[in-house]
């Protein structure tokens, strides 16, 4: 990301890049178990550069791997992310 971005346009291109990683992850590993939706995961967010709190990535796992039931309601929406600072 551009150092002369903001706060809240750093925020909002982390949370659609996590939101990129959710749709790939959703697509290719819903039907896995969830160990392995969590390893795609968090795999995903490292490469992309972007972390999400403890509660929304168990949220989103939940909700990948509910899409095995649901196949027709697609990815979840990822409602915050930012940049990973490490």
């Not at 925020?11 to 896995?32: F, G, I, L, M, R």
């Not at 490469?47 to 989103?60: F, S």
């Amino acid at each position: 990301m551009s150092e002369t971005q903001q706060p809240d346009e750093q925020d909002d291109a982390a949370t659609e890049a996590a939101q990129n990683v959710v749709d790939e992850v959703t697509t290719w590993e819903y039907s896995a178990e969830k160990d392995t939706i969590e390893d795609s995961l968090d795999r995903g967010l490292d490469e992309a550069g972007v972390e999400v709190d403890g509660a929304e990535r168990q949220r989103l796992v939940e909700e990948i791997d509910d899409v095995k039931q649901h196949e027709d309601e697609g990815s979840p929406r990822v409602h915050d992310a930012r940049p990973d600072d490490a």
